[in-house]
């Protein structure tokens, strides 16, 4: 069975200070990653998704970048994080045909002061 | 219009009683529909798909209405452990995105 891992739980960060999030899947070959985000009392909104290693498209201008080193690895970064960068951070993916189902890791909660 | 629009919420039912959500979306090309369930400080969790022809999941029942551009979500018997956000999810044709509502928040009171 195919399993999403993401961590940290969550993390308390100093404004300027860089970020590196990441997120892996056990279980499956080549699927669509995504990063969201979600702040409080708002709906989830799409930072980055990748149907590919090394293939990023982003939805959302901003300080937030993502990578993807290997086929089942995602990684959200930032040089210098901003109090806006605070909020709920999910990791996600999807079989290859897109549409498909979207199964999340457990998120990871970040405060930027 | 927004591309995903949902019932603002929150709903307060009492247990036992039927509560409805509706949905409407934007994207008349839009092919995959589904319910997320969402517990505070949780991640998304899947709920159902929906299907043209409607589909039920013991007290769960969805429905898609193409014409009208909405989805629907029927919960019965309402339980306390349904007390959670509901999001509903839309994706485009031939895309590799899924566009979520913002969610309505149920209550269920004892």
């Known amino acids: 069975s195919q399993t999403i891992h993401q961590w940290p739980a969550t993390l308390v960060q100093p404004v300027g200070s860089p970020l590196s999030l990441e997120c892996t899947v056990e279980g499956t070959s080549n699927p669509n990653l995504y990063w969201y985000r979600q702040a409080a009392g708002r709906g989830l909104q799409l930072l980055f998704y990748s149907v590919g290693i090394g293939q990023i498209s982003s939805e959302v201008p901003q300080n937030l970048s993502a990578s993807r080193p290997q086929d089942r690895q995602f990684i959200l970064s930032s040089k210098k994080l901003l109090l806006s960068d605070s909020g709920f951070y999910l990791c996600a993916w999807t079989k290859v045909s897109g549409g498909e189902k979207l199964f999340f890791g457990s998120g990871t909660q970040l405060s930027v002061l | 219009r927004k591309e995903v629009e949902q019932d603002p919420g929150p709903f307060n039912v009492p247990e036992g009683a039927t509560v409805a959500f509706n949905c409407t979306y934007s994207n008349s090309a839009s092919q995959s529909f589904f319910w997320y369930r969402q517990d505070c400080r949780k991640e998304p969790k899947l709920l159902m798909s929906v299907y043209s022809s409607g589909n039920e999941d013991g007290r769960f029942t969805a429905q898609l209405n193409r014409a009208s551009q909405y989805i629907s979500l029927l919960i019965r018997d309402s339980k306390l452990s349904d007390s959670a956000t509901y999001l509903c999810?839309?994706?485009?044709?031939?895309?590799?995105?899924?566009?979520f509502g913002k969610g309505t928040k149920l209550s269920v009171i004892p």
């Open positions: 999810v839309v994706s485009g044709a031939g895309s590799y995105q899924l566009t």
